[in-house]
């Protein structure tokens, strides 16, 4: 095989178990091309060449077991969850030397599932403040997103066909729209966070990032389960490609005055595409009180970041930046009443959408505003993300060609357990772009 980092998990995964492809082979692979991109592209924060190769000899040499669906499948892993001996210090120097003895729940299962992890990717810190080195493989002056900045940027460089992230606001969809890739912020629920760095526990979800629709099956046949230790686990069903929509939501709001016209062409080239597909589209224009997600999102996040990071603020403040001490100040400010309209209004937006979207529909919506900004403006807004993370519905970054050579694409979401719908969805749109 030429170059096996041009494919997809998925086809790598059958041409592993057709034995066409070896564990190793792609492991060493995928480590070349790193060893090539890193310099510039800057998306890995511990990588250990010689245990991954290790890893994938072991899979070579054992028996095939059907219950590996990512067998031999190279994996980056944000530094936010913890991977058994090697650093993840959640984009921050205050835990530069962070070295977790056990594996998070979803590293765990990544691991039962046959996955080789070649390393932790690198976070924003704290998965919400200063942006971390890592630049967007389409344009190195161009930011990458946050806060999973690496793994998408490992994922859309062809360095790994396959990386976890995680989301609190957008830190899934956007990385994924500026990077050109696919990702999925899954029900909340769906992937279990024992083991994860927190930042709200209304808001924390962990979601794949790879190139296909079939790759985010496979991903997600590994990392859903319910996990008894995890209080905010639950049972979501596995996610296939037979489950066709049958109708799409072109969604208005909130925010819509945020959307550039590299944003909105994307649009237009989705629901061109759902059309071709012969899928009928209603628009709907959310009512004025969406516009409140901005207050919603900072209210959960500031007070979530003053409680499970106020430590660190106390005995570590110089070594955060001004925009995290900002964020961590302001949490503290926030009172049990505001902190609880700010959840009973995500519970109101939920309700709403729920009736908006019955099963069978898929809403496509603006992801971000504009196209990657210049690294030196910073990561990019995350509000358009925020109104699915609040209400925990599953939400999927879809690619729509380029803009100035530069990625564009938008977010499909669906009621929660609805994954199959959004994924087929996306299988049919790539048919006709």
């Known amino acids: 095989m030429s170059d096996p980092t041009t494919l997809s998990a998925a086809a790598a995964a059958v041409a592993i178990r057709e034995r066409r492809l070896g564990c190793e082979e792609l492991t060493r692979a995928c480590l070349d091309r790193i060893a090539q991109l890193e310099p510039t592209v800057q998306a890995f924060v511990d990588l250990q060449p010689e245990a991954a190769l290790q890893r994938a000899r072991q899979l070579d040499r054992s028996t095939l077991q059907e219950d590996q669906a990512l067998r031999g499948i190279p994996v980056a892993v944000k530094e936010v969850f913890d991977v058994a001996g090697y650093r993840c210090a959640w984009g921050t120097s205050v835990h530069a030397g962070r070295i977790p003895a056990r594996d998070a729940e979803s590293v765990k299962r990544l691991k039962a599932a046959g996955a080789v992890i070649l390393g932790t990717a690198v976070s ?13 493989p389409h ?89 008894p230790l995890d209080a905010g686990s639950r049972a979501v069903p596995v996610p296939d490609l037979s489950s066709p929509a049958r109708q799409i939501v072109e969604i208005v709001g909130p925010l819509r005055e945020r959307v550039q016209p590299a944003s909105r062409e994307a649009v237009e080239r989705a629901l061109s595409a759902c059309r071709k597909a012969g899928l009928p589209v209603r628009r709907v224009e959310l009512p004025s009180d969406f516009d409140r997600i901005d207050d919603v999102v900072w209210t959960l996040i500031c007070r979530g970041l003053a409680a499970q990071h106020g430590g660190d603020y106390n005995r570590a403040a110089n070594l955060m930046s001004p925009r995290m001490r900002e964020l961590v100040e302001r949490g503290r400010a926030i009172t049990d009443g505001q902190h609880r309209r700010a959840a009973e209004l995500a519970a109101g937006f939920a309700a709403y959408l729920t009736g908006l979207l019955p099963p069978g529909s898929v809403a496509v919506q603006a992801a971000v505003d504009d196209v990657a900004p210049l690294r030196v403006d910073g990561t990019g807004s995350p509000l358009l993300q925020a109104l699915w993370t609040a209400t925990g519905f599953p939400v999927l970054s879809m690619p729509c060609g380029t803009v100035g050579d530069l990625p564009v694409g938008v977010q499909l979401a669906a009621a929660p357990m609805h994954e199959s719908t959004l994924l087929t969805v996306a299988a049919t749109l790539l048919r006709h772009f």
């Open 124 to 136: 924003t810190e704290y998965a919400i403040a200063a942006a971390g080195p890592t630049t967007n």
């Open 139 to 227: 344009d190195r002056s161009r930011s990458p997103g946050g806060s999973s900045s690496g793994p998408a940027a490992a994922v859309a460089a062809h360095m790994v066909p396959l990386a976890l992230g995680s989301q609190s606001i957008g830190s899934i969809i956007r990385p994924s729209v500026y990077c050109g890739v696919m990702g999925l912020k899954p029900t909340r629920g769906a992937i279990s966070n024992r083991g994860a760095m927190q930042l709200a526990i209304e808001l924390d979800q962990a979601g794949p990032i790879a190139r296909t629709p079939e790759d985010l099956v496979l991903a997600c046949r590994a990392l859903f389960a319910q996990d």
